[in-house]
């Protein structure tokens, strides 16, 4: 016969109790492979209040532009640093399509053409320059050229303007350009700030004689 110490002393042993805890890491990657089939990535589920979206094109185009407006830096923070060209390719396209009919009140059929046409051969030239000047920094090519698009789209239809023209580039290609760099490339302002000013000011010197007002 045995004396049990645990019994006399009134301890009452317990069935075990498993320790395991579930990896947080391994649910949120299954999380995102789930929903990336779904085409997100964890970039774009962040990301897609920064987004144009094709499926509400005037509402989207107008939400779009007060973020960047009001919170630029919010803007680029969101902004899915993604290589899909998709979204601002087509924001691309639609702002082509505002900036050619105001052209072709402002300036008649040839403008209107040469602003429907041209947007888009231009920022990949744009956004190779930009991307030369912030090198070093995170990302490349594909996600400058995501930082360049919306702040260059919205500016397309304010360039048939006279007067308005040079303020909003200077605006678009040097302000809201320095910050989209400075956030997404992850360089410092000043030199984002003086990038986008030699650039922005290389550019006004070649268009201005092209360009009335």
């Known amino acids: 016969m045995f004396f049990d110490y645990r019994a006399s002393c009134g301890i009452i042993a317990l069935p075990a109790v498993s320790t395991t805890l579930v990896d947080p890491r391994a649910a949120l990657s ?21 987004e144009w979206d094709v499926s509400r094109p005037f509402s989207s185009y107008l939400k779009v ?38 052209w072709f009140f402002a300036g008649g059929l040839y403008p209107a053409l040469a602003a429907l046409l041209l947007p888009l051969p231009i920022s990949l030239i744009l956004a190779g320059a930009y991307h030369l000047v912030a090198w070093g920094g995170r990302y490349g090519y594909a996600v400058v050229w995501r930082v360049l698009v919306y702040p260059f789209g919205y500016l397309l239809p304010l360039t048939a303007i006279p007067g308005l023209r040079w ?26 700030f003086l990038s986008c000013l030699v650039v922005t000011g290389l550019l006004l010197f070649a268009v201005y004689p092209a360009l009335p007002g």
């Open 65 to 102: 532009l007060g973020r960047l407006l009001v919170h630029p830096i919010r803007f680029f923070e969101l902004l899915p640093k993604v290589p899909d060209p998709r979204a601002p390719g087509l924001f691309l396209v639609f702002s082509s399509l505002l900036a050619a009919l105001v």
């Open 167 to 192: 303020g909003a580039t200077v605006y678009a290609g040097v302000v809201l350009l320095a910050v989209g760099l400075a956030v997404v490339k992850g360089i410092t302002f000043g030199r984002a």
């Open 30 to 50: 299954g999380y995102t492979s789930v929903v990336a089939k779904r085409g997100y990535t964890r970039d774009t589920i962040r990301g897609g209040a920064s």
